[in-house]
């Protein structure tokens, strides 16, 4: 790309940092092998994977068993939805989400009405706003999943999560939130959040692509949609990709490091403003 291109698509797809890219490095040559496996190589790859899932953890305020890796937000987005509704198919078949959501949720709920689950799509106001009121009239005995993404990629609205939350927790509902947009820009603090199931993927958030999350809270029933060797507590068989989990966690941690000077430089500016 020439410097007289400006790229506008953030959205889409963000540039890698540099930093990153180094951090990856060791991985793509002289760090390659199989995390499963129990030789030097195996164990040197290994404990790259267990450093970067304790910091994603970190980033997400939860623990490291609660983080799945994937190969992308739509693979994250389509574990939890389909992965949670055949898990609790005995609790019901109904599912909640909205009719502005990214096409890996849509399609989802559209290959599970085919299997008999019933899906209610949820208007937004003027403002693309989910109404806490319509959620609540949605819910029905058979509800099992209401899935609502953080912020939105084309109008850029950022849904109140954790007004909606209490709703679905005080009905014993799961909650799953599409993080994917809101990654580089917003805190993704499971508590704060209380989402049951999260994703968001590397390449919104200045990662690598071909690596994405999944937080599911620990005791949350979830089956896996793929089957393998039994990586990742049997959720997500496949070989981990350690080169892009590492990517990822380095890129989170930037993302971390840079919003805590943007924080500490406004504290500094109303300190100068109110003297």
């Not at 030097?40 to 068993?65: H, I, W, Y």
């Not at 917003?186 to 994703?199: G, S």
């Given at each position: 790309?020439?410097?007289?291109?400006?790229?506008?698509?953030?959205?889409?797809?963000?540039p890698?940092?540099?930093?990153?890219?180094?951090?990856m490095?060791?991985?793509?040559?002289?760090?390659?092998?199989?995390?499963?496996?129990?030789?030097?190589?195996?164990?040197?790859a290994?404990?790259?994977?267990?450093?970067?899932t304790?910091?994603v953890?970190?980033?997400?305020?939860?623990?490291?068993?609660e983080?799945?890796?994937?190969?992308?937000?739509?693979?994250?987005?389509?574990?939890?939805?389909?992965?949670?509704?055949?898990?609790?198919?005995?609790?019901?078949?109904?599912?909640?989400?909205?009719?502005?959501?990214?096409?890996?949720?849509?399609?989802?709920?559209?290959?599970?009405?085919?299997?008999?689950?019933?899906?209610?799509?949820?208007?937004?106001?003027?403002?693309?706003?989910?109404?806490?009121?319509?959620?609540?009239?949605?819910?029905?005995?058979?509800?099992?999943?209401?899935?609502?993404?953080?912020?939105?990629?084309?109008?850029?609205?950022?849904?109140?999560?954790?007004?909606?939350?209490?709703?679905?927790?005080?009905?014993?509902?799961?909650?799953?939130?599409?993080?994917?947009?809101?990654?580089?820009y917003?805190?993704?603090?499971?508590?704060?959040?209380?989402?049951?199931?999260?994703?968001?993927?590397?390449?919104?958030?200045?990662?690598?692509?071909?690596?994405?999350?999944?937080?599911?809270?620990?005791?949350?029933?979830?089956?896996?949609?793929?089957?393998?060797?039994?990586?990742?507590?049997?959720?997500?068989?496949?070989?981990?990709?350690?080169?892009?989990?590492?990517?990822?966690?380095?890129?989170?941690?930037?993302?971390?490091?840079?919003?805590?000077?943007?924080?500490?430089?406004?504290?500094?500016?109303?300190?100068?403003?109110?003297?």
């Amino acid at each position: 790309m020439s410097n007289d291109n400006i790229y506008f698509d953030n959205a889409a797809a963000t540039p890698i940092f540099p930093q990153v890219a180094e951090a990856m490095k060791p991985y793509l040559g002289g760090i390659f092998g199989n995390p499963s496996s129990v030789h030097m190589f195996g164990r040197q790859a290994a404990e790259a994977l267990d450093s970067a899932t304790a910091s994603v953890a970190k980033f997400l305020n939860c623990q490291p068993s609660e983080v799945y890796f994937t190969g992308s937000g739509t693979e994250s987005n389509n574990l939890a939805l389909i992965g949670l509704a055949k898990a609790n198919i005995s609790n019901g078949k109904h599912i909640i989400t909205t009719n502005i959501e990214h096409p890996s949720i849509l399609n989802a709920c559209t290959a599970l009405e085919k299997e008999g689950f019933k899906v209610t799509y949820l208007p937004v106001d003027k403002n693309g706003l989910v109404s806490a009121n319509q959620l609540k009239k949605a819910l029905k005995k058979e509800t099992i999943l209401v899935s609502i993404h953080l912020a939105n990629s084309e109008i850029g609205v950022v849904q109140p999560i954790a007004e909606l939350a209490k709703i679905t927790k005080e009905a014993g509902i799961y909650l799953h939130v599409d993080a994917c947009q809101a990654t580089a820009y917003l805190p993704l603090d499971t508590q704060l959040l209380k989402a049951d199931l999260l994703t968001f993927n590397g390449s919104k958030a200045y990662g690598p692509r071909g690596v994405a999350v999944l937080y599911v809270r620990n005791g949350v029933d979830i089956f896996p949609i793929h089957f393998g060797g039994g990586q990742q507590q049997g959720l997500r068989s496949g070989t981990e990709n350690v080169a892009g989990i590492v990517g990822l966690a380095k890129a989170l941690e930037i993302i971390t490091n840079k919003r805590e000077k943007e924080s500490k430089r406004l504290g500094q500016l109303r300190d100068e403003l109110q003297n």
